[in-house]
């Protein structure tokens, strides 16, 4: 509260400062105090840290941590006793010796060493979720961020998906190796690093890719962290440490954008996800690699790829959406530009309500978009909000002209415990332990 209240006070000085010095002063002591106000909170946070009695960390690695098995899911057994499972090939941070990231790295240029599974310790290997942020030069700042970390942490093999899976692969067996490979977001510590000038963050966090990351890393029972270089993960809304430093406090994790960003995106689902793609605000190179996300509805999203673009999104968005999975939730848009778009099986319908208020007073010109296939409607959206009923899948389906075979398939019981699984996340128990950092490149 204390912080807002210097803030509120520089925004409001304009109104009761004197004049432009008496201004500038009254802003200069309130942005130090706040400065001074944070770095004593920090320091007394760290003593305590320091003094209090340490406990068995339940979240850290261990013996117990879970590794892989054959079949791609994690088990319990200790590592002594485990036998070699799989190998990937990963960046070898021992063997980079650069010293200068201001400009970010060459993926060409990184030393790569294959890593076979189970380590000796996973405190010295991590996997990267990273937003690939290629300049012209096919240089990565976010990838030098999470280098430079590792370097200083002591980490020793960093898998990231660009030298640790063949991207030349066909579509089957990439998709298998994905698979396999997204499995280590749940087992090995993660480094996460979104930073993008041209973006903003909470957009970039939602790419289907990055998205289906994120609701991994809440089934890791290690540690996740995230590197931020540009003042975007790991910058805290008006905080003058960071204002004046360009990290976080410690005492202050909790409130970074990443830290928040994360908590959201573990409540939400893909709608939103493909629904901003659909109108442009989130990029995907290949909209068909939903399939590849979401495995669980290969038959339909396959059968979907004959539509046209706005169409297969609108699909992906109904079919991740059906009121058996669970209920509705709030998809704040960044515009409401998809009812104006083009489809050809789909047809979107503007009504504008009234609403009368428990006072008594009549709201004019709300907006409400019925979705329909045909005749039938199938979804409604209105007040932030996708409403659809038991006839959203079948109706879809039906357009979607499954075989008996696919549709067996993908109407059986295994099949819908899958997608059920796929779009709800387990309880927060055994979410990991969540550090945000800042580098200098």
């Not at 990231?101 to 240029?109: S, W």
């Not at 405190?123 to 096919?138: G, I, M, Q």
């Not at 790829?305 to 968005?317: A, F, H, I, P, Q």
Request: proline share 5%; aromatic share 12%; hydrophobic share 40%.
């Amino acid at each position: 509260m204390s912080r807002r209240l210097f803030w509120g006070l520089i925004i409001l000085s304009p109104i009761w400062a004197p004049n432009f010095i008496g201004l500038a002063l009254l802003a200069s002591f309130l942005v130090c105090t706040a400065f001074v106000v944070e770095v004593v909170v920090e320091i007394f946070y760290v003593s305590t840290f320091w003094i209090r009695p340490r406990s068995r960390d339940t979240k850290s690695i261990s013996e117990d941590t879970p590794l892989l098995t054959a079949g791609g899911l994690p088990v319990t057994k200790p590592r002594r006793s485990a036998q070699p499972l799989s190998r990937y090939p990963a960046i070898d941070i021992r063997s980079i010796s650069l010293t200068n990231y201001k400009n970010g790295v060459l993926v060409k240029d990184l030393p790569v060493r294959t890593v076979q599974f189970p380590v000796d310790d996973l405190s010295k290997t991590a996997v990267l979720s990273w937003r690939w942020d290629f300049d012209n030069e096919r240089r990565s700042r976010n990838l030098a961020a999470a280098i430079k970390h590792a370097q200083s942490v002591g980490i020793e093999y960093v898998f990231a998906d660009i030298v640790s899976i063949d991207q030349t692969l066909i579509s089957v067996d990439l998709t298998q190796q994905v698979l396999a490979f997204s499995v280590l977001y749940k087992t090995i510590p993660v480094l996460a690093a979104y930073d993008n000038t041209l973006r903003n963050l909470k957009y970039a966090m939602y790419r289907p890719w990055i998205f289906s990351e994120l609701r991994l890393f809440a089934q890791n029972p290690t540690r996740l962290t995230y590197v931020g270089h540009d003042r975007q993960g790991s910058c805290v809304p008006w905080s003058a440490f960071c204002m004046f430093l360009g990290h976080p406090a410690k005492s202050r994790w909790k409130e970074t954008n990443f830290e928040q960003r994360i908590q959201e995106c573990w409540q939400a689902d893909y709608v939103r996800s493909a629904l901003q793609v659909l109108e442009g605000t989130t990029s995907m190179a290949q909209i068909f690699d939903f399939q590849i996300i979401l495995p669980a509805f290969a038959e339909a999203f396959t059968r979907a790829e004959k539509l046209s673009r706005n169409d297969y999104l609108m699909t992906v968005t109904l079919l991740t959406s059906v009121p058996h999975y669970g209920s509705s939730l709030e998809y704040m848009l960044h515009n409401d530009s998809f009812p104006a778009l083009k489809y050809d099986n789909y047809k979107i319908e503007t009504r504008n309500e009234v609403r009368k208020t428990p006072k008594g007073q009549y709201i004019y010109g709300i907006k409400s978009y019925a979705i329909f296939i045909g005749t039938q409607e199938v979804a409604n959206f209105k007040d932030f909000k996708m409403t659809t009923s038991n006839i959203t899948e079948p109706t879809v389906l039906d357009m979607l002209e499954l075989s008996d075979t696919e549709r067996h398939t993908y109407t059986s019981r295994e099949r819908k415990r899958q997608r059920r699984a796929s779009l709800h996340l387990p309880t927060a128990q055994g979410r990991p332990q969540i550090d945000v950092v800042a580098v200098r490149l």
